[in-house]
């Protein structure tokens, strides 16, 4: 009886340090999320700053701010206010939409290699792209429109085909694979066919935010600010789908119809961001894998990290693909390239992804 009573009370003992180091972490865990928002705040300020001052002509902070005051007259304030103002908050919109996308996507699929590049939703959104540049060019207004049925389509597609039960990361990769070969022949075959126009749609096909200025931020902004205002209050229904289908629906939440909901909203801001930015690469891979390692997986945490994250990241690539390779101006689709490949190579090789 003595024995039982003292493993009664080890247990309750055991038990408490348990609580106890749950809720240290817990704590420590919300002193770095708040830690680290006031970081990406001030890195977003830092990186909008830097873009304006930096590019072929290096202005300095006062005139930026002298430019930005209204002073018309002044050749900054041409530079300032209708070449990188624009550029810079098209680009800080378009890694925002990017990175939830990605982040909603790994979310829904439950898998980490869900990406709008990677399993065929930029692909669906840049055919519709380009078919509405080279032969619709009158609709060019619906465009943002047209490249989020093109996403949905493909999303939902390829999620049909990998799913079987339930969709295991192999059959999704495939999938995804196999969809954005067939994607890319559709849109090659439309080029060579329209061969005579493909030189304006050529930067775009590599992702850039080259000649960007207030036309391309009014076309996004509105399908922007929706999109991103919703999926901030997308955290419960995401949060759910990451415990699985059996155990959702054990608690009776209708799976089917909020990651239906999901799948549309993801797709909704992949499709604003290819309509003005094209193809642009693994922000949605990158950011949404970053932003877990450094908080978690809530995503009342992660949807807003990732938002931040990706915007900066965006400004910041923009703004040294244009500055730091002069004379030329290198697509920034590009240089995003060159950062997210070796990271999806570092996650294969941790055994992050599969």
């Known amino acids: 009886m003595e024995i ?22 817990n704590s420590a865990l919300q002193k770095r999320r708040r830690r680290l928002f006031i970081v990406c705040i001030f890195l977003l300020i830092v990186s909008l700053v830097y873009g304006l001052t930096t590019g072929s002509v290096t202005i300095s902070l006062t005139d930026v701010l002298g430019a930005l005051k209204g002073n018309q007259a002044t050749v900054e304030h041409q530079i300032v206010w209708n070449l990188r103002l624009p550029r810079l908050l098209t680009g800080l919109l378009v890694g925002m939409c990017l990175a939830v996308s990605g982040a909603l996507l790994q979310g829904i699929m439950r898998n980490p290699l869900a990406d709008p590049g990677v399993i065929g939703v930029s692909a669906g959104a ?9 032969i619709f060019p009158e609709h060019m207004n619906l465009l943002p429109l047209g490249a989020f049925l093109g996403a949905f389509i493909a999303a939902t597609f390829v999620y049909l085909v990998a799913w079987d039960g339930g969709v295991s990361p192999l059959r999704l990769i495939l999938a995804g694979v196999a969809i954005n070969t067939l994607l890319g022949a559709i849109t090659s075959a439309v080029m060579i066919i329209h061969s005579d126009k493909v030189q304006t749609v050529l930067p775009w096909l590599m992702g850039g935010l080259s000649e960007r200025s207030w036309p391309h931020l009014k076309i996004i902004l509105p399908y922007a600010v929706i999109g991103l205002t919703i999926a901030l209050f997308a955290s419960r229904p995401a949060n759910i789908l990451r415990l699985g289908d059996n155990a959702a ?18 797709t909704f801001l992949a499709g604003a961001a290819v309509s003005v930015a094209g ?44 500055s ?31």
């Open 4 to 25: 039982h009573y003292k493993k009664k009370e080890l247990q309750q003992k055991q038990e408490k340090v348990n609580t106890d180091i749950h809720l240290e972490r």
């Open 126 to 134: 840049g055919l519709v792209a380009i078919i509405t540049m080279l």
């Open 249 to 266: 629906k054990l608690i009776g939440y209708n799976v089917e119809r909020n990651r239906f909901f999901l799948l549309l909203l993801s």
């Open 279 to 322: 193809l642009l690469g693994f922000v949605g891979l990158v950011i949404p894998h970053i932003v877990r390692l450094l908080i978690g997986d809530d995503y009342r945490y992660l949807i807003p990290m990732s938002m931040l994250f990706g915007g900066i990241l965006v400004v910041f690539a923009d703004t040294v693909a244009r």
């Open 324 to 354: 730091w390779f002069e004379p030329i101006e290198l697509p920034v689709g590009i240089l995003l390239a060159t950062i997210g490949a070796p990271f999806f190579l570092f996650l294969l090789r941790k055994g992050k992804v599969i």
